[in-house]
Nanobody, 122 residues
Framework: QVQLVESGGRLVQAGGSLRLSCAAS????????MAWFRQAPGKEREYVAL????????RYADSVKGRFTMSRDNAKNTVYLQMNSLEPEDTAVYSC???????????????WGQGTQVTVSS
């Protein structure tokens, strides 16, 4: 019932910055905690960041803490992922997801977007 569409992924040089967006429709956006995940080629999908319903609390995976910032604008039904100091290891398909739980487990996510490709060159 909830549709999520990511955008903003592209090829960037190492050390560069990029902002991803995830637009939601078909549901009440403000009732969901939102998360970002990523999946690199040949790797399992991994958790990146989570933000609570009103944006008061934000959590990050250790691998991106200090470099990535998640935010949301409930009036626009959109969440963002600001990525700075990008590294080749950040190359992945980035997907947003919605959950009404506090869990960051993949199985706890209720809705998923299709993902957007981020490629960081050396």
């Amino acid at each position: 019932q909830v549709q999520l569409v990511e955008s903003g992924g592209r090829l960037v040089q190492a050390g560069g910055s990029l902002r991803l967006s995830c637009a939601a429709s078909g549901g009440t956006f403000s009732v969901y905690n939102m998360a970002w995940f990523r999946q690199a080629p040949g790797k399992e999908r991994e958790y990146v960041a989570l933000i609570t319903k009103n944006g008061a609390i934000r959590r990050y995976a250790d691998s991106v803490k200090g470099r990535f910032t998640m935010s949301r604008d409930n009036a626009k039904n959109t969440v963002y992922l600001q990525m700075n100091s990008l590294e080749p290891e950040d190359t992945a398909v980035y997907s947003c997801a919605a959950t009404n739980t506090w869990s960051t487990l993949i199985t706890s996510m209720d809705y998923w977007g299709q993902g957007t490709q981020v490629t960081v060159s050396s």
